[in-house]
């Protein structure tokens, strides 16, 4: 027992242990919300969904993909950058781990409780446009071409309301670290329910407009519909990722469905409270508490994704240039001021 | 070791591991694949044609107005954070800076967006 205590103190031993442990979450969850999707999609449409693979409910189906995809054949076109084409896969789904460094599943359970912590998660997490519109040029390919243009245009647009809209919730907070930030929403918060200690979730204290817009933002980062212009199927074949096939194809739906859930932890983190309930011990429960949260929100984006039909490009971009940043710069303002006078 | 170091070695072997992945994933693919390219799999897919022109072919770009854009609201961006911590100690002041800044701010893009660079009929 104290051999492991004292090999837990060592740096780098407790290095590896977050590494895999993160990395486990990471896959194992993205496993769970895409045959979510699949199933969720499928009950929405009155279809059944998958079924025969692993016995009941077909509870193996990505499992089964994710074998089908290792054993297709590894196609580079011809005419294509090679290098370029070859890394941006690796690229898309650096950022995506990189993020995970930061999302707090419990006060204890947290890889590294950055000071940065918020502004590392959205500086790092954009880094993944770089793989997209890596992969885009580097096909070769008029679609791919189209697809990464769109991709950039369309994050760096929505970039920025995400950016203004949680630099709203560091003014109330006070603090970029996301484990300070659980904490002001905790029992120690401004604003509590009068006559208990039960802290209010940002959304439910002024937040409300800022976690709309963020919302909105992390499905266009995600390229998810309707935001999902630069894989448009009915215009551009695949988009950014028509040439890619087999196991980097893999990787580029890893990275997404990770990116979910990065995204649904950074939401739940900003906004919702985080692992903290009220009346349940964030140290026992907290990890459940956050992945119920980050479910809900999984399932919402879900959802949108079955109702909404994809905007058009120039309807996306006025969306976010006329509407949104005006919106977030307005609301950073109004939580100022109300942070001063208060 | 300060824990500064500790911080950004944690970042940066998660970076690493993200890149790791993905070479661990291509080399286990790598055993099981076939591999057995011909001319015509290896040709730029167009909807089953053969490619016409180059792939890098020249497209209008319209999208360089909002990387300008960007620039400017991203540089206020990281404005924003700093003062958006320390605005409880800065108080009143501070607030009435930035109210300045980024009226200036939205003032240019209402500019822009009166210019019409956000209309796309040509």
């Not at chain 1, 005006?326 to 109300?338: F, K, R």
């Not at chain 2, 009226?103 to 009166?114: D, H, K, N, S």
Request: negative net charge; charged residues 10%; aromatic residues 12%.
């Amino acid at each position: 027992m104290t051999l492991a205590i004292a090999l837990f103190d060592n740096f780098w031993v407790l290095l590896t242990v977050k590494l895999l442990a993160v990395v486990l979450v990471l896959i194992g969850f993205s496993l769970v919300i895409i045959y979510a999707e699949l199933k969720i999609m499928a009950h929405m449409q009155a279809r059944i969904g998958p079924w025969f693979a692993g016995g009941r409910y077909g509870w193996a189906q990505p499992l089964a993909d994710a074998l089908k995809f290792l054993q297709k054949e590894d196609l580079v076109p011809l005419e294509a950058d090679s290098p370029v084409f070859r890394i941006a896969p690796a690229v898309s789904l650096m950022s995506t781990v990189a993020v995970f460094v930061i999302v707090p599943f419990s006060p204890t359970l947290i890889a590294e409780d950055l000071d940065l912590g918020v502004f590392y998660a959205l500086a790092v997490g954009s880094i993944g446009t770089l793989g997209v519109l890596m992969a885009g040029w580097s096909s070769a390919n008029k679609y791919s071409l189209m697809g990464g243009l769109r991709a950039a245009a369309q994050l760096i647009a929505y970039e920025l309301p995400m950016v203004l809209a949680a630099a709203a919730v560091v003014v109330q907070a006070g603090t970029m670290s996301m484990a300070g930030i659980v904490d002001a929403q905790g029992p120690d918060a401004l604003f509590t329910i009068p006559g208990t200690d039960i802290g209010l979730p940002f959304v439910m204290v002024g937040q409300i407009v800022a976690f709309v817009i963020f919302m909105i933002a992390a499905l266009a980062e995600l390229s998810r519909i309707p935001f999902d212009m630069p894989i448009a199927e009915s215009e551009l074949v695949f988009g950014y990722l028509t040439e890619y096939s087999g196991i980097r194809f893999t990787m580029f739906f890893l990275a997404e469905y990770a990116g979910m859930f990065a995204m649904s932890a950074i939401a739940t983190t900003l906004f919702l409270g985080g692992w903290y309930f009220p009346g349940l011990n964030p140290s026992v429960f907290g990890p459940a508490v956050m992945m119920a949260k980050v479910s809900l929100l999984v399932f919402v984006m879900i959802w949108v994704r079955v109702t909404w039909p994809r905007l058009r490009e120039d309807q996306l971009q006025s969306a976010a240039w006329r509407y949104l940043i005006p919106l977030a710069l307005g609301n950073i303002l109004v939580t100022a001021v109300l942070k001063v006078v208060l | 070791m300060t824990q500064y170091f500790q911080d950004y070695i944690t970042v940066a072997v998660f970076a690493a591991f993200g890149v790791l992945l993905v070479l661990i994933a291509v080399g286990a693919s790598a055993l099981l694949r076939p591999k057995n390219p011909t001319p015509a799999k290896s040709a730029s897919y167009e909807c089953g044609m053969d490619p016409v022109g180059g792939g890098w072919s020249q497209t209008q770009v319209r999208f360089y107005i909002y990387g300008l854009l960007f620039l400017i609201f991203d540089v206020e961006a990281v404005f924003i954070f700093p003062w958006a911590v320390r605005l409880e100690q800065l108080g009143g002041f501070a607030l009435v800076e930035m109210a300045i800044f980024i009226a200036i701010l939205l003032g240019g893009l209402a500019y822009a967006v009166r210019k019409g660079v956000l209309r796309w009929e040509s």
